[in-house]
Structure formats: C-alpha cells, structure tokens
C-alpha cells in the first residue's frame, strides 16, 4: 500500500501534498493537510527566518503568513490575527516516511506514532510567543516527556537562534527553564528541580 493512501486510512481524511521550503535548497513534503489550513496556490511554504519555528508563508500569496509551518501544527485558526494564522493544535511528534528523507509523517497521538513503527525524529509542544500577545505555535524538542510537565511554553519569539528565556505553565502553575530554550532543542530529559526545568540529558 502506497504511503499517501496507508495514512489516509490511518488518520481518516483525504490527503494532499503539502510543500514546505525549510531552507534554500531543502523542500520537504507531508501527504497530511492540517485543519484549517489557509489556500495556498501549489501548496508550496517557505519559512520565513533562520529557525525551523519560523513564520511560515505561501510562496504565491506572501501575505498569507503562518505561526508555525504545517509539519507541525494539526490545525489552524480558521481567522488570522495579526496577520498571522495562529496553531490551535501542535502534532504530537513525527518521523521520515519510511525509505524517505523528505516525506513527513506527522502524528497526533502516541498510538499513531507507534503504529507505524518507524523512529520518532522529534516531538512538538505548544509555545505562546510573549512578544506577540501570546500567539500559539509550536516548538519542536527531543524530550517526549515535556508535554507532560508543561500543557505550554511561553517564550519571547519564534525565530531566535540563540534561544529564548523561557516559562513552563502547568495549569496555574509558572516555572521558569533553567537556561534559555531554543526551537530543535536536544536535551532528552527535563525535570523540575529547585523551582525551575533543567536539563538532566
């Protein structure tokens, strides 16, 4: 079974090829088109900073301006706000496409993930962006377990190489990361010690 047709039947809706120009010479794709995803001719992305948690926009509509590209996010708002389309809802994690290194399966929950029994390349986290009235994107970290100390992270910015002092809130309870937290962050293990998230591996 072809890989577009297994995860249609996987995720029960229809796919469509979705473009994404991650740097000059790298475009990937996903065959799993997020809710709410604005038109977009060709259904061709470009991001629009250094960071992989950049703005993203259509390469045919530039005013037409995402949080957070669509290998990361499940679903839009439906209205943009500040001219940007905020990410109601981050993926859970995704992998490569088996036999591919330009084909991204993005998965909703641990089970989708396990089902297709290929390796995790990174998991997502919901992030509000304090600099733009707590817009809601996603970060892309190597802890699975981050989700669980923190429903979302709010940092300064998207688009900041260096990181971002960073605040991980669980329900009505704020605790700051030890260091600055940037997107692709690497550390494996966090854990909450003292009154603030370090990184344990």
């Not at 708002?77 to 992998?95: E, R, T």
């Not at 979302?152 to 704020?174: H, M, Q, W």
Request: with cysteine; charged share 20%; hydrophobic share 35%.
């Amino acid at each position: 079974m072809r890989v577009g047709v297994w995860l249609s039947c996987l995720f029960g809706v229809a796919t469509a090829r979705v473009f994404v120009a991650l740097a000059p010479k790298s475009n990937e794709y996903t065959d799993i088109t997020p809710e709410n995803l604005p038109t977009c001719p060709q259904s061709k992305w470009a991001l629009k900073g250094q960071t992989y948690d950049s703005f993203t926009a259509c390469s045919a509509s530039p005013t037409t301006v995402l949080a957070v590209n669509p290998f990361r996010c499940a679903s839009y708002s439906v209205n943009p706000s500040q001219g940007l389309y905020a990410c109601d809802k981050c993926y859970f994690a995704w992998s490569y496409a088996k036999n591919s290194q330009t084909q991204i399966v993005p998965w909703s929950t641990p089970a989708q993930a396990q089902s297709f029994r290929a390796p995790i390349s990174a998991f997502f986290v919901p992030q509000r962006l304090s600099r733009r009235n707590d817009l809601k994107s996603c970060l892309m970290v190597m802890d699975s377990n981050l989700r669980q100390l923190c429903d979302y992270i709010v940092r300064e910015d998207a688009n900041l190489p260096r990181g971002s002092k960073a605040t991980c809130v669980k329900g009505s309870v704020f605790t700051p990361f030890a260091n600055l937290l940037g997107d692709a962050d690497q550390c494996r293990q966090y854990e909450i010690y003292r009154g603030k998230v370090v990184c344990r591996k």
